[in-house]
């Protein structure tokens, strides 16, 4: 980081709470990199299936690209996506009223992820990394 904290004016006890906070503070540091990471791969994943999957013919014209389940006319019907464009199921999109559109799950987490508010909150806690 580059910084260096002037301890000299703590008293012993003083010097172990701030050693023990900056301790804290670089495991909650790697915990949530490495919670960042296993999504981001698990968002990456999915993005591959997609991808696969949606280059074999018509299949998303017949099947939810997220569980694979065939769409059926009032049963499974399908909506599309308004992010990523590909045909969902009801069980995996849920209804945006704001937007008046669906969202499948994927999506919907993706915009929740940190890219957003956490990123901008980590910058603003953290701001000499």
Same mark, same amino acid.
């Given at each position: 980081?580059?910084?260096?904290?002037?301890? #000299?004016?703590?008293?012993?006890?003083?010097?172990?709470?701030?050693?023990?906070?900056?301790?804290?503070?670089?495991?909650?540091?790697?915990?949530?990199?490495?919670?960042?990471?296993?999504?981001?791969?698990?968002?990456?994943?999915?993005?591959?299936?997609?991808?696969?999957?949606?280059?074999?013919?018509?299949?998303?014209?017949?099947?939810?690209?997220?569980?694979?389940?065939?769409?059926?006319?009032? @049963?499974? #019907?399908?909506?599309?996506?308004?992010?990523?464009?590909?045909?969902?199921?009801?069980?995996? #999109?849920?209804?945006?009223?704001?937007?008046?559109?669906? @969202?499948?799950?994927?999506?919907?987490?993706?915009?929740?992820?940190?890219?957003? @508010?956490?990123?901008?909150?980590?910058?603003?806690?953290?701001?000499?990394?």
């Amino acid at each position: 980081m580059g910084r260096k904290l002037d301890l #000299s004016g703590l008293t012993d006890e003083e010097a172990e709470h701030v050693l023990q906070v900056v301790q804290r503070d670089f495991s909650l540091r790697k915990k949530e990199e490495e919670r960042l990471s296993e999504m981001k791969q698990k968002l990456d994943e999915e993005g591959n299936k997609c991808s696969i999957l949606s280059k074999q013919q018509k299949f998303n014209e017949h099947c939810c690209i997220r569980c694979c389940s065939p769409f059926t006319f009032l @049963i499974n #019907s399908k909506r599309q996506c308004q992010d990523c464009k590909y045909n969902i199921c009801k069980s995996c #999109s849920s209804y945006q009223k704001k937007e008046k559109a669906w @969202i499948c799950s994927v999506c919907q987490q993706a915009r929740e992820e940190p890219r957003g @508010i956490s990123t901008v909150c980590c910058h603003l806690l953290y701001p000499f990394q």
